[in-house]
């Protein structure tokens, strides 16, 4: 190699390398982005652990917050859960429903769930995991919102807060039908 | 005879009844699973993964070929929710294709310089190298020699 | 107490270390004893300090002192035992500290071989192994610190993790780290040849010796952790292309070509600067490689956490891959290559060869695991390169790295002729492609393994060949064939240690070619009682089982397994529930063969234990794995032995 600068291609050669490791401390490899938002939402129609049968279809019309939550999801699911109830109670009269699903959890275990935080909103099981799947879900918990014509809008990684919550149902509801 | 043939004649309307549904092989559902990427794990196929979600989603593949869809289109639904990362190699279009040629290139590129490399060497001939024995001869002390010690 | 001890002495140990750094470099280029003395004196230093705070977080796991913060989290009062002795490398700072424990004690080896014999070398070599040493202090003092006081006290523990409580626990974190610190010591003798300008031949026999010590350790480990995924991960396989296996496995891959290209310049004084870029590569990645596992930028079922210490690995890992790399760029006169080939056909070229299928293998291997990043970073889009991508373009350079195997021990330096090369190689050649007709007969359609088999039958023929006709002439001297042979390979350690590698590896190859072609598994639900048949095997379920164990909850299936040869064997799948985890842990259950493992994994069930669904398989050929493996190591042990002298 008669190039005097040719023998320092390999040091410079190493430098975009680490400006690309040094890039991968802005990402999360564990947040995956969604590709169902502003997609139409995916339709199911379920049976409540009160025993009434129930459908995203039949919800249309009104905002909706579906929430992803297990039993053993410690502590996420235990921390959101008062803050899902509350937005349930604000909410109610204003034309938004919260519908919580249940994935891969035993009866006992997810009732004893319910009885603990005292939820007043349907929830329901997902025994074979086809609407997590539907979802794209891939850990919990996870919360959709769905505007009034059936298209999800945003969606949240993680527990949720009353602050996130109210923030997106006002934007929701703020939109015309 | 007739409870025969009404026997299979209710056996084929059955099947009919079951509208599109396709008998599914293992083997299917396990190739299709293996090129999924489970999503609570990290880098285990959907086949592989012994987790409860990866076995759900076995479920789900295997409902979907049941009822008359192929491998591409089940592929394309799991893609259609979580996006191109749950393909556990990427497709092969667009910027994905850097990943599939890059190796090869850079084999190929490697080879090239090898050739350069060996070609260099071997254009430097020594000054004073031995001449004028007997090729013959070179061979069969080289045979001797390795026969006794092969370094 | 043992918190601020602990700090403490962490503390002094970082002190210490780069002191002895600073006094080591200083006398190098002044050539004062008394600093170089000093310098080693704080070697020594080091080693007793990171020892005390490992026997001081011993004595904590070991008295359940949940006032350290580590000991809280990482076990809890029904940990066993031996799993309290083993969390000390089960977490993050635990695994700072194994590293910096076995890298103190590399240094203390180097102090003791070679503050004699070799003055020209060894004040640098020590200043840069403790300047590496004070990095990793550096990274126990600051984001990582094991001796974290947790106020106020738990009643109790969190757990280890229960993935961790297994014997493989106990080998393979070592086996590996010892392979990775050993690396310093090659890169440390680099640097310093370069620095003085001594890049003769002496430093590259002591960087051999070390790399093949290293090598042995990483290979150890990799195929220790390529048990433990079998056998306690629950899916039945080896090996998942995990980016963190992954950045084992780069490392092994520029090591391996490194061993061997040493041997070019070793005999023929060429390729003095690659065989030191290869160095300093190998190095990088092993710096890369933890890098990886604790910066959390790419996910692994390995990866301890996010945080600063990534960071901190990154400008450690730029400082070491631009300044060594800078420092060869600037030495490249004083390298040039001295030798001459006659033909492109010769060892040379093969060795050329080998170490470019090596190290593209390596790039494969690294741009595949970084490619995600890249994706991300240019097109926003998360992408993932899994199991599809490494093996489809792995599988050809591992073949043609098969076949250079075979061609490379035998063919002459310089120039091989027509004469040599049909001498050596036309009957291993032969009775590869006749093997391989042979298994297409018996019905083996698979090209890829067919290929392989044909390719391992070849090398294994030119083994034998090269070692018939060596004992052959040995005993030419009288010895009868036992003592013939011993005595070649103890004579020749070197080459016939290499050829026994190449076997263990030939093993390993049958091993993954047979699993990859040959295994079969199907996954079903079954009643009490109910069976179901697979690759020659009839699996029963017979019911299951609630017990409890000291920090877990057991459900156990009983599966009875025959295949009317060798009559009936109870396999016990189970899930384990961990209170501090939030889904059930796989422990599966076995039976090991020969040929065949039959492998029960046990899935979801009913609450009354009338069903269960079970993942049943036929895994083939695993087991040459693991007996390759013992063969390599026997192979490296007969290598690493000192050149064994000429009888008078």
């Given amino acids: 190699m008669r190039a005097s600068w040719l023998r320092w291609a390999i040091p410079a050669a190493v430098v975009p390398v680490l400006m690309l490791l040094a890039y991968g401390f802005k990402t999360n490899p564990r947040e995956i982005p969604s590709p169902l938002l502003d997609r139409p939402a995916a339709a199911f129609t379920v049976t409540t652990f009160a025993g009434s049968p129930l459908s995203l279809e039949g919800l249309r019309g009104k905002v909706v917050m579906l929430n992803f939550w297990a039993s053993w999801c410690r502590p996420a699911c235990y921390e959101e859960a008062p803050a899902l109830e509350r937005t349930w109670r604000e909410y109610k009269d204003k034309g938004v429903v919260v519908v919580g699903i249940d994935i891969q959890d035993r009866d006992e275990a997810a009732r004893a769930f319910l009885a603990e935080f005292g939820h007043s909103f349907p929830n329901a099981p997902d025994p074979a995991g086809r609407i997590a799947v539907d979802y794209g879900v891939y850990g919990v918990p996870e919360t959709f919102f769905i505007d009034r014509n059936g298209r999800v809008r945003f969606k949240q990684v993680g527990a949720l807060t009353d602050e996130l919550a109210r923030q997106r149902l006002d934007t929701l509801l703020k939109e015309p039908s | ?151 | 107490m043992i918190p601020e001890l602990g700090y403490g002495a962490t503390v002094a140990a970082l002190a210490l270390a780069v002191w002895g750094a600073v006094a080591a470099a200083g006398a190098a280029r002044t050539g004062r004893t008394d600093l170089l003395r000093s310098g080693e004196r704080a070697a020594v230093g080091v080693w007793v300090l990171i020892t005390a705070c490992i026997a001081l977080m011993l004595y904590a796991f070991l008295t359940f002192d949940f006032s350290v913060r580590y000991v809280a989290f990482n076990t809890n009062r029904g940990t066993p035992f031996y799993y309290r002795i083993t969390a000390l490398w089960g977490a993050l700072e635990g695994s700072i500290v194994l590293w910096s424990w076995l890298l103190s004690i590399y240094a203390l080896i180097v102090v003791g071989q070679y503050r004699r014999r070799q003055p020209e070398l060894y004040p640098w070599v020590l200043s840069v192994m403790l300047g590496v040493l004070a990095f990793f202090l550096l990274v126990m003092t600051v984001p990582a610190p094991p001796f974290e006081r947790l106020s106020p006290i738990p009643p109790d523990g969190r757990g280890l993790n229960p993935l961790l409580e297994d014997s493989g626990m106990i080998t393979h974190p070592v086996a590996l780290y010892l392979g990775f610190t050993g690396f310093t010591v090659p890169f440390a003798f680099a640097v310093a040849a370069l620095i003085v300008r001594r890049t003769g031949e002496e430093w590259i026999t002591i960087t051999r010796r070390w790399t093949i010590i290293a090598w042995y350790f990483l290979s150890l480990g990799l195929l220790i952790g390529g048990w433990w995924s079998y056998h306690v991960l629950g899916w039945g396989g080896y090996w998942a292309w995990d980016p963190v296996e992954n950045a084992a496995f780069m490392p092994w891959l520029t090591a391996t070509a490194f061993l061997h290209s040493v041997m070019i310049q070793e005999r023929r004084h060429m390729l003095k600067l690659w065989n030191l870029g290869l160095i300093f590569l190998t190095f990088g990645l092993t710096l890369f490689g933890t890098f990886l596992t604790r910066s959390g930028i790419i996910g692994s079922v390995h990866s301890f956490t996010q945080g600063s210490i990534g960071v901190f690995f990154l400008a450690f890992l730029a400082l070491v891959l631009l300044g060594s790399f800078s420092l060869l760029a600037s030495r490249v006169d004083r390298l040039r290559a001295e030798g001459v080939l006659d033909s492109v056909v010769s060892r040379e070229s093969m060795f050329l060869l080998n170490n470019l299928f090596l190290v593209a293998a390596a790039f494969t291997v690294f741009f595949g695991t970084v490619f995600p990043l890249l994706s991300e970073a240019v097109r926003g889009v998360k992408v993932s390169v899994g199991a599809p991508f490494f093996n489809l373009v792995n599988i050809p350079i591992f073949l043609a790295l098969l076949f250079l195997m075979g061609v490379g021990p035998l063919i002459a330096w310089r120039r091989a002729s027509a004469e040599n090369l049909k001498r050596n190689f036309l009957k291993p050649v032969l009775a590869g492609v006749v093997v391989a007709a042979i298994m297409r007969g018996l019905g083996v359609g698979n090209a890829l393994v067919l290929t392989a088999m044909a390719l391992v039958v070849f090398v294994a023929g030119t083994i034998s060949l090269d070692l018939f006709r060596a004992v052959r002439t040995r005993r030419r001297n009288g010895d009868g064939w036992a003592a013939a042979t011993l005595g070649l390979l103890l004579r020749q350690n070197r080459r016939y240690g290499g050829f026994i590698v190449h076997l263990g590896i030939l093993v390993i190859a049958l091993g993954v070619a047979g699993s990859q072609a040959w295994s079969v598994q199907t996954e079903v639900t079954l009643q009490k009682g109910q069976t179901v048949d697979l690759g020659g095997y009839h699996v029963r379920f017979d019911g299951l089982e609630a017990t409890e164990e000291s920090n877990h909850a057991k459900v156990t299936g009983a599966f009875t397994l025959s295949n009317g040869r060798r009559g009936e064997t109870v396999l016990l799948p189970g899930r384990k529930f961990y209170p501090q985890e939030q889904t059930p842990i796989a422990a599966v259950d076995y039976r090991l063969g020969f040929l065949e493992d039959v492998y029960l994994v046990l899935g979801d069930f009913s609450r009354d234990g009338s069903q269960a669904t079970v993942k049943l398989q036929i895994n083939r050929m695993v087991s040459w794995l693991w007996i390759g493996g013992l063969v390599l190591t026997l192979g490296a042990a007969l290598a690493i032995l000192p050149e064994a002298r000429r009888p008078a």
């Fill in chain 2, 1 to 151: 005879m007739i409870r025969g043939l009404a026997g299979v004649l209710a056996t084929l309307l059955l099947l009919a009844g079951a509208a599109g549904a396709v008998p599914v092989d293992e083997t299917t559902v396990h190739d299709v699973a293996a090129q999924l990427r489970c999503v609570v794990c990290q880098s285990l196929s959907v086949a592989d993964s012994p987790s409860e979600t990866a076995s759900q989603m076995r479920g789900i593949i295997r409902e979907r070929l049941a009822a008359g869809e192929s491998p591409a289109e089940v592929r394309a639904y799991f893609v259609e929710k979580y996006g191109e990362w749950i393909l556990l190699a990427p497709p092969k279009s667009g910027f994905n294709l850097l990943v599939w040629v890059v190796p090869f290139a850079g084999l190929g590129l490697g080879l090239v310089l090898v050739a350069v490399v060996l070609r260099r060497w071997s254009r430097k001939i020594p000054p004073g190298a031995p001449a004028g024995v007997d090729p013959a001869l070179r061979e069969r002390i080289r045979r001797e020699m390795s026969e006794t010690e092969n370094p």
